[in-house]
């Protein structure tokens, strides 16, 4: 556990880490790649918001190098999605709550490793919000989407409330429980992640008003 001093914040990455590869193997289910695509996809899917955080924060070897066994979970994991997936359609919106718990285990990680080095709390929230969604992004890029932080779903809009609310959180009450931080953080980030596929919520999209002649 020597990557974060709080077991239940490692605990809370590998089950981040489990959800994000499921994600991945569903997204690549519905492409009908073949296995190793979509393992592929399912790996760079957990890994790649904590390695590009990596790679900023000059923090080195990156997580999934120091502890070898993130990539034997995200492998595994990745394996039986296939397996269940050949016998059983997900649903579309699966692919989306699945998505959303782990942008919001995402979200507290991020924040919490920056925090760890000793990083400001802007530095720390907007680590957070690139841990929690740029796996996403390299996902859909794969899988020949548009990246949902490119669309007008509300989706990075609740990373970055949810490591506002963790950060805070941490930095206001240093004595308080790291547990209760995350929880309150993630509830946050899904509760606004729900709500806007629930609902259909959407960021406003600036227009230019056309001029006279035009139509």
């Known amino acids: ?17 489990i959800v994000f590869a499921i994600t991945g193997v569903l997204a690549a289910s519905e492409k009908r790649l073949d296995l190793f695509g979509m393992i592929v996809v399912g790996v760079v899917t957990s890994i790649g918001g904590g390695t590009i955080r990596d790679l900023i924060l000059g923090r080195a070897p990156v ?12 492998v595994i994991t990745c394996i039986l999605t296939f397996i269940v997936a050949r016998f059983y359609t997900f649903p579309r ?46 996902r859909d890029v794969l899988t020949n989407e548009i990246p949902v932080i490119f669309q007008k779903e509300i989706y990075a809009t609740a990373a970055l409330s949810g490591a ?33 596929i629930r609902w259909g919520l959407q960021l406003p999209v600036f227009l230019l008003s056309k001029r006279p002649g035009e139509e």
Not at 3 to 12: D, G, K, V
Not at 64 to 73: D, F, G, Q, R
Not at 166 to 180: E, T
Request: charged share 10%; proline share 4%; aromatic share 16%.
């Open 1 to 17: 556990m020597a990557l974060f001093e709080i077991p239940f914040i490692y605990y809370l990455d590998i089950f981040g880490t």
């Open 63 to 74: 997580f999934w190098i120091a502890e070898h066994c993130y990539i034997w979970i995200i």
């Open 93 to 138: 919106r699966a692919l989306l709550f699945s998505d959303a718990i782990g942008l919001g285990v995402f979200t507290v990680i991020g924040a919490q490793v920056a925090l760890n080095l000793d990083h400001p709390p802007i530095i720390a929230i907007t680590m957070g919000m690139m841990t929690g969604v740029f796996g996403g992004v390299i």
């Open 164 to 196: 506002l609310v963790f950060v805070n959180l941490r930095w206001f009450f240093p004595d308080g429980s790291a547990a209760f931080s995350a929880i309150v953080a993630m509830l946050v980030v899904m509760g606004i992640r729900f709500s806007a």
